[in-house]
């Protein structure tokens, strides 16, 4: 409960203390790369975790015993904390080869900090949405359709959908993607053939919606043909590419009658400081623009239209 609360910044610049080496990269390749330069080179090297434990030595380093608060090593960090140490010694390196291996060396530091960093971030961010998403699920057994859903599509009713984003809010998740839906036409439909077809549609709509999630995606219906969507702890590629499927499977999709179409709005918001407010009016209008595009392009009327045929 305590770490959930915790924002994700905060979480991050305090639990790299929690990794070890064998954690956050890969020992053996690690092994082999030194390996090769004292091999090609003759560059001795250790390695030792954050303690000064020695993790694996390269050449001789007769009784030299690491003091890593004293004479550390050079230092790999992961956002500000020191996670190992490597000592080097050039001593049986050629003269007019030092430079060059300490240029090798300095390298491979940078590569396996930058690895390093992504290695523990990927990591946090799965322990912590699933630690979010048993605190948000932490309530008593309700039926699959219950008072937080809306009845006829099973997504959330807007009620809830807005607790959740308070949630997010309150818990300072970053980044989170946020869309704004809207069917297109869907007047068209209940005008054209009736209450129940249109109600199908929007059903076929907040299945594709649901089919093309990911687990910690949350999908409310706001009103009549208007659904929004959260992607908590989501870079904007990947919350670009969800709206792409969406769009994609809507045009996939086989009736005699309908055709769903829907406009989405896409706006990350990454400052734990801005409005959810300002963010979804910004999504709202990036819907709108979309809608603009999808319905002048080329036969979107036609196969709007195709079930008049069957009247």
Known sequence: MGDTKRAFKERLEQNSKNYSPKDLFD??????????????????TMMTDRHGTVIQTHGQFGDFKPDVVNKPGIKIRVKGRTVCHIYAMYDEVAEN????????????????????EKSYISSEQAVYI?????????????????????????V???SSFMKKMEQLK??????????????????????????????????????????????????GRIGG????????????????????????????????????????????????????????SDAEYAMYEDKLVLKKAPGYRERLEKGLNLK
């Open 225 to 280: 043909d208007v659904f929004q969507i959260l992607m908590p702890m989501t870079e904007e590629e990947t919350a670009r590419e969800y709206c792409r499927q969406v769009q994609e499977a809507c045009l996939q999709y086989e009736d005699k009658i309908l055709a769903p179409s829907i406009a989405m709005g896409c706006v990350m918001k990454t400052n734990v400081e801005a409005s959810y407010k300002d963010i979804m």
């Open 156 to 158: 959330l009713n807007k």
């Open 130 to 154: 699933d630690e979010l998403e048993q605190e948000l699920e932490k309530e008593a057994y309700q039926p699959k359709y219950d008072e937080q859903d809306d009845p006829l599509t099973g």
């Open 170 to 219: 309150t818990h300072e998740v970053v980044p989170t993607a946020v869309i704004c839906v809207n069917i297109n036409d869907w007047l068209f439909v209940h005008d054209n053939f009736g209450e129940e077809e249109s109600d199908r549609l929007i059903v076929t709509v907040a299945n594709i919606l649901k089919n093309c999630a990911n687990e910690q995606t949350i999908i």
């Open 97 to 116: 080869q030092k430079e060059v291996v300490k240029k090798l060396l300095d390298a491979y530091i940078k590569t396996l900090e930058g690895y390093s």
């Open 27 to 44: 020992l053996i390749s690690a092994e082999h790369f030194l390996s090769q330069l004292h091999i090609s080179f003759g560059l001795a």
